[in-house]
C-alpha cells in the first residue's frame, strides 16, 4: 500500500482547510482513498482539549503527525490543515511518513486578517487570544515545500496537489 501525508501550513486563515477540503472531493471523485485531519477539528475532539502554550502545542503536533502516520501506512492518502508554526512539528513528521508533501499557504498576514473568519486577529489585538502565529507568536515557513499556493482558491496550486499525489500513487509499492 503506497500512503502519504499532504501537510497544509500557513498562517492562520491563509486558506489551508479550504484547499485541504477541495483536494479531498478531487480524490474521491478520482476514487483515491484519503482522509482529511484538519488541525481545529482533531483540536476539538481531544479531551481535555489542547491549549497553545509551547509545550501543549508540541503534544498536540506530535499526536496529530502521529495519527497521520498511522493512517498513511495504512495506504491513505491523509490531508492535513494544520498550522503547525515551527518547521520541527513538520519535519518529525516528514523524517517518517512513507511519503510527505508540504503545501506552503503563502497569504501575506493582511490578506488572512481580512478573511478570517472566526476573529482570531481581533481578539488577539484586543488580548482575548495568546499565541496566534502571525500575530503574537512566531510562524516558521518552510524552507523547502514541495508546494505553494496563495490562498483556498489557488486553481493551479489544486492542480499541482493532485499531479503530485498521482505520482506518489504510481510509484511501485516497497
Known amino acids: 500500500m503506497r500512503g502519504a501525508i499532504v501537510w497544509f501550513t500557513g498562517l492562520p486563515s491563509s486558506g489551508k482547510s479550504r484547499l485541504a477540503r477541495r483536494v479531498q472531493l478531487s480524490l474521491v471523485e478520482k476514487r483515491v482513498a484519503c482522509c482529511m485531519l484538519d488541525g481545529d477539528r482533531v483540536r476539538s475532539l481531544l479531551h481535555p482539549t489542547p491549549g497553545y502554550s509551547n509545550s ?9 503527525g502521529e495519527l497521520s502516520l498511522e493512517l498513511a501506512e495504512q495506504g491513505l492518502i491523509v490531508l492535513v490543515p494544520a498550522t503547525a508554526n515551527r518547521r520541527a512539528f ?5 523524517e517518517r511518513a512513507p511519503h510527505f508533501l508540504e503545501v506552503w499557504m503563502t497569504a501575506p498576514l493582511e490578506e488572512c ?3 478570517d473568519g472566526k476573529g482570531l486577529y481581533a481578539q488577539t489585538a484586543g488580548g482575548q487570544v495568546q499565541g496566534l502565529p502571525g500575530a503574537d507568536s512566531a510562524y516558521e515557513a518552510p524552507e523547502a515545500a514541495e508546494l505553494t499556493a496563495t490562498g483556498g482558491d489557488d486553481d493551479d496550486a489544486l492542480a499541482e496537489i493532485i ?3 498521482a505520482k506518489v500513487l504510481a510509484q511501485p509499492s516497497e
Open 90 to 94: 513538520r519535519d518529525r513528521i516528514r
Open 113 to 115: 486578517r481580512a478573511r
Open 163 to 165: 499531479r503530485a499525489v
Open 56 to 64: 501543549e502545542r508540541n503534544d498536540f503536533y506530535l499526536t496529530l
